[in-house]
């Protein structure tokens, strides 16, 4: 007789995968995801290294042994919720890069829109990330390219703006478009994940989305923001 897990798997080769390789049915994706949903807010109140399997599968409801079903660490169920984190990150900035005409106050508007989604992004996925910085810094190669895939499109999508702009005799004459769009991804990655910092400061978080906006604006087309 085949488990719960099996018998409803059907032949679906994008389901997530257990640990043995075997295609989860509908109660072990539940159960699969649970885990991950109780890792992720667990994530917000204490350290990864303090994180462990049994807490983890207590939290769920199930044992540790049903957790090893799934992933062979903590680490792992980590990676996986990192992984989600990317496909969502790729989607919202590359396509808000890509979209924006880079034209006046529609232009300026669409740099406030990338600043405002990056600032909402890291505070949405900040336990995440900041376990990510901590692994990839120990040399654990699983997270060491996550950083990467999650900006990698948006870099291209910003030099490839910035080409465009120079080609219409605008931008930045005389700079590398890469440069630009790498200088420009590191501030909104560094200004996003110090957010609380800033604020502790006393510099608002609208007031760090403004200043974002202005230097993309300018530094893409080479033009005065928009009053």
């Known amino acids: 007789m085949r488990s719960d897990d099996a018998a409803d798997a059907g032949t679906d080769t994008e389901a997530p995968r257990a640990a043995d390789g075997r295609v989860p049915g509908r109660r072990g994706r539940a159960t699969r995801q649970k885990l991950l949903d109780c890792a992720s807010e667990m994530l917000r109140t204490r350290s990864y290294r303090d994180l462990k399997v049994v807490d983890i ?69 900040r336990p995440v990330l900041r376990v990510v910085d901590l692994a990839t810094e120990e040399g654990d190669h699983r997270f060491a390219n996550v950083r990467t895939r999650l900006l990698n499109d948006l870099n291209n999508a910003l030099a490839a703006a910035a080409k465009d702009q120079q080609k219409q005799g605008r931008g930045q004459p005389g700079l590398d478009p890469n440069a630009v769009a790498g200088v420009l991804v590191a501030m909104l990655a560094h200004v996003s994940a110090h957010r609380l910092g800033f604020e502790f400061w006393g510099v608002r978080t609208d007031e760090l989305k403004v200043t974002m906006a202005r230097i993309i604006f300018w530094s893409v087309t080479g033009q005065k923001p928009p009053t």
């Open 57 to 125: 599968a207590r939290e769920a409801g199930t044992s540790p042994a049903t957790f090893y079903q799934y992933f062979p660490d903590v680490e792992s169920a980590i990676l996986v919720l990192a992984d989600e984190m990317v496909t969502v990150g790729v989607e919202r900035f590359s396509a808000l890069a890509g979209t924006t005409s880079w034209k006046g106050k529609q232009g300026y508007a669409g740099a406030e829109a990338l600043a405002e989604s990056m600032l909402t992004f890291w505070e949405e996925h």
